[in-house]
Structures are given as structure tokens and as C-alpha cells.
């Protein structure tokens, strides 16, 4: 997985983890609110996610070791939000007659 595509230094913690949960934005939006443990999760992977992209100053021997350690950070950080997102009964309720959002 290319990390760096979430990688921006003005990329809070709730764009880094909507960038790997695009068809769930909402429901990361509303656990990022209300959870502090989901909070937590997002902003300890928008620091791995920064850290893997300033690996490349670090030296060759160097480097490969700490990217394969963040990207094993990143990966199961992933997995632990995804876990927490499917586990979530957050349900979107619309009133009768309201478009979905996009739909028009």
C-alpha cells in the first residue's frame, strides 16, 4: 500500500483516515467526534503516515528497516480502525422524501 498518498503535512488526523476509509467518511467523521480511542487511532496513524514519508533522509541501511517497522505500524493501525469502523452502529437517518447527498 503507498502511504504517501495520504501524506501531506496539512492533512489532519480525521483527511489521513478518510483517505484509507473513503466509502465511510461519515461514520469516520462521527466516531472521530465522539471517540477519544478512534481519535487516538487516526492521530497515531497521521504520525506514522508523516514519519514513513521522511524516511527518504535517512541513510540507505537504514531507511528499508524503519520503512518495513512504520508501514507494519500503518497497516495494522488500518486494520484497527477498520475493526472499530465495522463494529460502529452509527446509521444514517434520513427523513422521508430527502435526497441522498450526491444524488442530484
Given at each position: 500500500?503507498?502511504w504517501?498518498?495520504s501524506?501531506?503535512p ?6 489521513v483516515a ?7 467518511a461519515r461514520k469516520?467523521?462521527?466516531l ?13 496513524l497521521?504520525?506514522?503516515?508523516e514519519?514513513l ?9 537504514e531507511?528499508?528497516?524503519?520503512r518495513q ?5 500503518a497497516k ?8 472499530a469502523?465495522?463494529?460502529s452502529?452509527v446509521?444514517s437517518l434520513r427523513?422521508s422524501?430527502?435526497?441522498e447527498?450526491g444524488s442530484?
Open positions: 500500500m503507498n504517501r498518498k501524506n501531506s496539512s492533512m489532519s488526523a480525521l483527511a478518510e483517505v484509507h476509509f473513503p466509502d465511510q469516520v467523521q462521527h472521530f467526534h465522539v471517540s477519544e480511542t478512534f481519535r487516538s487511532m487516526c492521530e497515531d497521521s504520525v506514522v503516515v514519519t514519508g521522511h524516511l527518504d533522509d535517512l541513510p540507505h541501511d531507511r528499508e528497516m524503519r517497522e512504520y508501514d507494519g505500524m495494522a493501525l488500518v486494520s484497527e480502525i477498520g475493526e469502523l465495522s463494529q452502529n446509521v427523513r422524501g430527502e435526497a447527498p442530484r
